[in-house]
């Protein structure tokens, strides 16, 4: 069974904080995403690795940076979290366009 | 770049009652994806199209793509508590395994 976890489901962090975002697969999957959901704009995509150290910026990397040093492991990191990064953060993985998503992190950031 | 709208944004209905979200895009799709994510979970998959003036049913849920493959839609008959939360369709992307999401429409469903 196809399988994605997240780090943390829930998550407060204060405004300036280094961040860190893990996600994890189980299924050998090539590609893994990271989006951003918020009421009313649906899901955004802020990055995604098409391999191994590979990595594209999707439509709002402004404020992110992404990590894959192995093929399960991808990680968002947030240099300096602000307030307006307080969101619900959702990682996932696809094979043939079918994407896998994992629970979520509901991130706070004071 | 490339958009799907959706609408509606959100609907509410009687529990019985039939639903129907629209999916649209200005350019032609190879595909178009279906999710469900219930209230507190994530997106789950439900179902793909491919073919022009594809129809697939999964018990309730009926989904078609469009013969011109600009638009899909998700219709659900006799709704039920089970069927709250929110669908979203998907096109694809600029590069294989890249998606883009419409914005969703959520279901409520009054008892």
């Known amino acids: 069974d196809v399988k994605v976890t997240q780090s943390s489901r829930y998550l407060v962090k204060r405004t300036g904080e280094k961040v860190f975002l893990e996600c994890v697969q189980d299924?050998?999957?090539?590609?893994m995403f990271w989006y951003r959901q918020d009421p009313g704009l649906g899901l955004r995509l802020i990055y995604f690795?098409?391999?191994?150290?590979?990595?594209e910026k999707g439509d709002i990397p402004e404020g992110y940076s992404v990590s894959r040093e192995k093929k399960e492991r991808f990680s968002l990191i947030l240099e300096s979290a602000s307030t307006n990064q307080t969101s619900m953060y959702l990682c996932?993985?696809?094979?043939?366009?079918?994407?896998?998503f994992g629970p979520g992190t509901r991130l706070l950031v004071l | 770049g490339q958009q799907v709208m959706q609408i509606p944004q959100y609907q509410h209905v009687q529990e019985g009652e039939d639903f129907t979200t629209y999916c649209n895009s200005s350019t032609t799709l190879s595909n178009i994806q279906w999710y469900k994510q219930r209230p507190g979970g994530h997106p789950v998959f439900l179902i793909q199209?491919?073919?022009?003036?594809e129809v697939k049913k999964q018990k309730r849920l009926t989904f078609q793509f469009g013969e011109a493959k600009k638009n899909s839609s998700l219709h659900i008959t006799a709704t039920q508590t089970t069927d709250v939360g929110t669908y979203f369709c998907a096109g694809p992307g600029n590069r294989d395994d890249k998606i883009i999401f419409g914005k969703g429409t959520r279901l409520h469903i009054l008892p």
């Open positions: 299924m050998d999957h090539e590609n």
């Open positions: 996932a993985s696809s094979l043939w366009r079918t994407q896998y």
């Open positions: 690795s098409y391999d191994v150290k590979m990595k």
């Open positions: 199209l491919v073919k022009s003036g």
